[in-house]
């Protein structure tokens, strides 16, 4: 599965796909920019689960939460099994997604909630990856992310610096 990589940018880079994100309040937020590809794109650009991505994806609002680059925790971390246990108990957004930079390091997270579906929106003001990070409730328009089907508990092992492939055994 080729990677997807995923950056939130002030400008267009040129070499993806590009929509405007916005806050809450409705202002422009930048630009969430993703690109599929085996190496970085960009410098701020981070590795996420590919199947978060949809082409045919509604709008969404997402939590953006991102770890200070000088303090990121690695994957076994017990505040990061904390907060992936209370996102499959709560079963709320209906995608999420840890986001790294390199092999061993989590650089955040991003959760996703349906526009659409009011119930999700509100949870992720009590996003468990925002109590870790400073998070960012972004806007999305339609065509970009998707949802995910939930695994049946929580898988930590990753291989190749990329989480385990749960649904794939």
Known sequence: MTPLWL???????G??????????????????????QKDRPHDQALQADPRVHDSGGSACVVSWALAPAHARPIADDPAIVQARRAVLRDGRPCAVTLLTDDPVFIAGAL?????????????????PFSRLWEARL???GAGV?????RPTGPSLERYGGRPWPWDLF
């Open 15 to 36: 070499d993806a796909q590009v929509t405007p994100a916005h806050d809450v309040e409705g202002r422009q937020a930048g630009l969430l920019c993703t690109w599929r």
């Open 145 to 149: 992310l998707g949802r995910l089907v």
């Open 7 to 13: 950056a939130l940018l002030a400008e267009d880079p």
């Open 111 to 127: 959760s996703i909630a349906r526009a659409d579906n009011p119930a999700q929106v509100a949870a992720l003001a009590d996003d």
């Open 138 to 140: 972004l806007s999305v």
